[in-house]
């Protein structure tokens, strides 16, 4: 599975664990169609993100100006939420390959101001893995 499909399979299953109460596992294997394989880099993305959600959670919300986790809409929360965790975790895909993946993203998932406030937010973030 190519990194940009797994990372739409990602977002998918992380959603759907944010809006019920989903296990990981059972959240990938709705995403997956018949005969497909998660492979290791949508588990990690899916099963790292919500390991690490709380400090995931901090970091978004010291870059998170006049807005709060809460009222961000489900898809935006949940490109951040991913693209934070692969910034820091898949420390051997560049950050800006995160950051063009993330925006794709949310041009395809997201409303006409996402994909740009994506952008600013995760720019924000970049700054605090560089130092």
Do not use: C
């Not at 944010?18 to 949508?42: I, R, T």
């Not at 993203?105 to 740009?116: H, I, M, N, R, T």
Request: net charge negative; hydrophobic share 40%; charged share 35%.
């Amino acid at each position: 599975m190519k990194r940009s499909k797994a990372r739409e399979k990602a977002l998918q299953a992380i959603f759907q664990m944010d809006v019920s109460d989903l296990e990981p596992k059972e959240a990938v294997q709705n995403v997956l169609e018949e005969g497909e394989k998660a492979d290791d880099f949508l588990n990690n993305i899916v099963f790292g993100t919500m390991e690490h959600r709380e400090e995931i959670d901090s970091t978004l919300k010291q870059h998170l100006e006049k807005w709060s986790l809460d009222r961000l809409g489900t898809v935006d929360r949940t490109i951040l939420r991913m693209t934070v965790y692969e910034m820091k975790y898949e420390t051997e895909i560049p950050v800006n390959v995160s950051i063009d993946e993330a925006i794709e993203l949310a041009k395809v998932f997201g409303d006409e101001k996402s994909s740009s406030f994506i952008n600013a937010v995760l720019s924000k973030v970049k700054t605090t893995f560089e130092n």
